[in-house]
């Protein structure tokens, strides 16, 4: 019978991260389809604190490695933590969330341990007695069942795909692990962790509401000119106001290699779409950009979609949109942004 370990790397204060509950859902869900038991571990500078945060999720054992060297994201450390506590566990399935820092070292400590990995899950079934895992190809275009018979088995659960586990807390006794970190000691030091304000973080991949702006914002208006510091200044209160996360079209991104001038807070990391991310929001609202196939594939986990566009027959007016606004979008935004005081 296969043994489950959920993994996690606790955040600057201590806590488990949404995405780390959501994961650990998908172990509890599993656990019990396959009639096995699970155990926690966590890696942090401190694990007692989310240990109990999740102390009443059934799990068997809560193992963690602590210390001032697993605070921050490392991989030297990580790589370390991680495969010791799946040794500790003898856990023939591990699973943790697709985060940045986990995503980076998960496979990295599998590979330790001679198992096998895959990353961005977004569902787990089992059928006849056996674990299959759902996961994305070529930009969510296609998707494919697998499963495996080599063990260990690594998994990392793409965000938002499972409800993130919610429970009383209680006090858990935690197991201390000790990894066997590099002998010739660690060559990385993590100085400091630079990051936005909350404010200024225009990517937020929790918000209920994405925003997309597209090249048209960016192209000559009924005047005949530009008005790109004015498409910069309504983008950015908008966002601000509404708490969305801003994205964009591959091809708003590429014309500042063609010479023209691009919004300066725009960077690949906004881009969605075929080449770029596929995020998931409630809510889509995409402004002056045309709806073209590479774009909207990365919509495909969008629940409600619209769209502003002068053209009444672009790729949005396809069907690929709930509701498109035949309209100039500058003066649309201008009125939301009234309304919204």
């Known amino acids: 019978m296969d043994t489950i370990l ?10 488990l991260g949404k995405a780390s509950l959501e994961a650990l859902t998908s ?35 809560f193992l963690g490695v602590s210390g001032d060297d697993f605070a921050k994201g490392r991989y030297a450390t990580d790589a370390a933590a991680l495969a010791a506590l799946a040794k500790a566990a003898g856990a023939a399935i591990v699973l943790g969330a697709a985060t940045s820092r986990l995503s980076r070292v998960l496979p990295g400590a599998c590979a330790r341990l001679g198992g096998r990995s895959d990353t961005n899950v977004t569902a787990l079934a089992v059928a006849n007695g056996k674990l299959m895992v759902t996961r994305w190809y070529y930009r969510q275009r296609m998707f494919a069942e697998l499963t495996r018979t080599e063990r260990p088995w690594f998994l990392s659960v793409s965000p938002g795909c499972f ?33 936005p304000s909350a404010e200024e973080q225009t990517i ?41 996360s801003l994205g964009t079209s591959k091809s708003l991104v590429d014309i500042s290699g063609e010479g023209q001038q691009v919004m300066r807070f725009l960077t690949h990391m906004h881009q969605v779409g075929q080449t770029g991310a596929t995020p998931r929001h409630p809510k889509g609202l995409a402004t002056c950009c045309h709806g073209e ?48 005081g």
């Not at 959920?6 to 806590?15: H, K, L, N, P």
């Not at 409800?163 to 100085?191: F, N």
């Open 6 to 15: 959920f993994v996690a790397q606790t955040e600057s204060d201590g806590s």
């Open 27 to 61: 172990a509890k869900t599993l656990a019990q389809e396959l009639g096995t038991t699970f155990s926690v571990g966590l890696v942090g500078a401190n694990v007692q604190a989310a240990a109990d945060s999740v102390a009443d999720c059934g799990a068997t054992a």
């Open 163 to 195: 409800a993130p586990y919610s429970g009383q807390g209680a006090t858990a006794a935690v197991t201390p692990v000790t990894p066997e970190l590099p002998a010739g000691g660690l060559r990385t030091k993590v100085t400091s962790i630079i990051s």
């Open 204 to 244: 937020r991949p929790d918000a209920k509401l994405l925003f997309v702006a597209g090249a048209g914002w960016t192209k000559k208006q009924p005047d005949g000119t530009t008005h790109l510091n004015e498409a910069e200044d309504i983008i950015l209160k908008f966002i601000s106001k509404a708490q969305a």
């Open 293 to 340: 196939e590479p774009h909207t594939v990365g919509w495909r986990f969008i629940g409600e979609r619209r769209a502003i566009n002068l053209d009444p027959n672009c790729g949005w007016a396809q069907g690929k949109a709930d509701v498109l606004y035949v309209a100039d979008a500058f003066e649309v935004m201008r009125e939301v942004l009234a309304l919204m």
